[in-house]
């Protein structure tokens, strides 16, 4: 829950880079811990729903800027 806070709080900036770092970063140290699998599957799920918003807002921005 942190994390998406923190990765919501840099793509305002918008730094895409820094936002992927530090979402992979958390993964890792997850995985490493030992954290149940069906966990980065729910996780995966969420961040492809974000993923896709984030795609159709771009869009949507784009769309008002060209007509």
């Known amino acids: 829950g942190i994390v998406f806070l923190f990765f919501g709080l840099i793509m305002l900036q918008p730094d895409l880079g820094t936002g992927v770092i530090?979402?992979?970063s958390i993964i890792a140290l997850l995985f490493?811990?030992?954290?149940n699998?069906?966990?980065?599957f729910g996780m995966g799920a969420i961040?492809?729903?974000?993923?896709?918003?984030?795609?159709l807002i771009a869009f949507k921005t784009l769309l008002e800027h060209l007509f």
């Open 47 to 55: 961040g492809l729903v974000g993923i896709i918003v984030l795609i």
């Open 37 to 40: 699998m069906k966990f980065f």
């Open 22 to 24: 530090l979402t992979v």
């Open 32 to 35: 490493v811990a030992g954290v």
